[in-house]
């Protein structure tokens, strides 16, 4: 995850040595985009993106010359990603668009700094600044960031044309930065446009829904999106607003997009993972959130032991999400939040080998008589002891002599 970068970025090291090695000659290369906005909403800035006269081969060279770590992360459209002092920064020459098909576009580098911000989406992402923190404005679109306007770069639907993705950014944007009416042509655009949503990548729909998922206003930009047709677009299925709301009224820490992936759609895990192409860890633990069924009533021994076997903060999670879904259920997720401020998980007191002593041969048998055990220990409330543990595996073996290989 990306560091956030404290105030006047822009002369604190490694920045200031970058943009020397840059900036040569002066006002080749400048800051640009999400930088420079958050810089004048003096919001947190994660991530430093530069954009430079420089041809990419010259790029790399100067970088390297100065002993700055250098990749070609995208080296057709004219980008390299310098990694110096802990920082990551991603570099950009000029550049216009010849064509685009919805998918890839033709570019042509530029030494104009107007062409080079008429190509971008947004007018909150044209705005540049020099290494001195002076703010140029090639567009004249300083005024949308603080009025809290997105707004398209050109006609909406043309650049939506462009690329497909921009339809998500633009609620994206909308959430974070969005303030006031949002733009009706632009809204008419998405929604006229939403079938081209089906060319692009799952991972780009991920990354944008996610983004979208952990905002503070993730309620009112999807039910936006849905008014727009682009969540039936994207999943086939309508947005539990309502259940939404809730979960986000219970949410007390960092919001977390797959909890409000698992509450928002009323949709299959395997149909989400899909469309999504979640990781393997990302699939089981969706699967967990709306799958696992969990009572309506539970008592706070049955609590501890959902806690022992799955762990505090995945049940708390699942019964975030259960209580958003069922009110009956908020009792429950209240009582296991008081449970879990004392919660210590007690260590099962008997081992393997502890069974073996009993006569029991290494196998298979070994782990039943070991899960019988814990299972009947964690009843009792995790209270009994090994001697009481030995003692009552050694009932169980006598009981089903049959069933075990005795010594």
């Not at 923190?133 to 398209?152: H, M, S, T």
């Not at 899909?274 to 539970?298: G, P, V, Y």
């Not at 975030?320 to 260590?347: G, N, R, Y």
Request: aromatic share 8%.
């Amino acid at each position: 995850m990306a560091t956030e970068v404290s105030t006047k970025w822009w002369i604190k090291e490694p920045t200031v040595t970058l943009m020397k090695v840059l900036n040569n000659p002066f006002d080749s290369t400048r800051f640009v985009g999400g930088c420079v906005r958050n810089t004048i909403l003096q919001m947190p800035i994660t991530d430093i993106d530069v954009a430079t006269k420089h041809r990419p081969g010259e790029i790399i060279s100067l970088l390297e010359s100065a002993e700055i770590t250098v990749k070609a992360t995208g080296l057709s459209h004219g980008t390299v990603t310098a990694f110096f002092g802990g920082m990551r920064f991603e570099i950009t020459t000029l550049r216009k668009d010849i064509k685009t098909d919805g998918r890839h576009a033709v570019i042509k580098f530029t030494d104009c700094w107007k062409e080079d911000a008429k190509r971008r989406d947004f007018t909150i992402n044209t705005l540049l600044m020099d290494q001195f923190g002076e703010i140029i404005d090639p567009l004249n679109c300083k005024q949308d960031i603080l009025d809290g306007r997105v707004a398209f770069v050109g006609c909406p639907s043309k650049r939506i044309q462009e690329d497909a993705l921009r339809i998500l950014r633009f609620f994206r944007f909308n959430a974070y930065f969005g303030r006031g009416l949002v733009e009706q042509e632009a809204l008419n655009a998405c929604k006229t446009n939403a079938h081209l949503l089906s060319v692009l990548s799952e991972e780009r729909i991920r990354e944008e829904l996610f983004k979208i998922l952990a905002s503070e206003n993730v309620c009112n930009t999807l039910e936006l999106m849905q008014n727009c047709s682009i969540v039936e677009q994207l999943f086939s299925a309508d947005i539990r607003l309502s259940e939404l709301e809730a979960l986000v009224s219970f949410e007390k820490e960092k919001a977390d997009p797959l909890r409000r992936l698992a509450t928002a759609f009323d949709t299959k895990t395997k149909t989400l993972a899909s469309r999504l192409k979640l990781s393997n860890k990302m699939s089981s633990r969706l699967s967990f959130l709306k799958e696992m069924q969990i009572s309506k009533s539970l008592d706070p021994l049955s609590i501890k032991s959902l806690f022992y076997k799955y762990g505090v903060e995945e049940i708390l999670d699942l019964l975030m999400v259960k209580s958003a879904l069922d009110k009956e259920i908020v009792k429950t997720h209240l009582a296991a939040l008081e449970i879990s401020k004392d919660w210590h998980k007690p260590i099962f007191p008997i081992t393997g080998e502890d069974v073996v002593s009993l006569g029991v041969a290494p196998g298979v048998a070994v782990g039943k008589i070991l899960a019988a055990t814990e299972n009947w220990w964690i009843a009792n409330n995790f209270k009994p002891n090994c001697a009481d543990c030995v003692t009552w595996a050694r009932c169980f073996i006598e009981s089903d002599k049959e069933n075990f290989n005795n010594g």
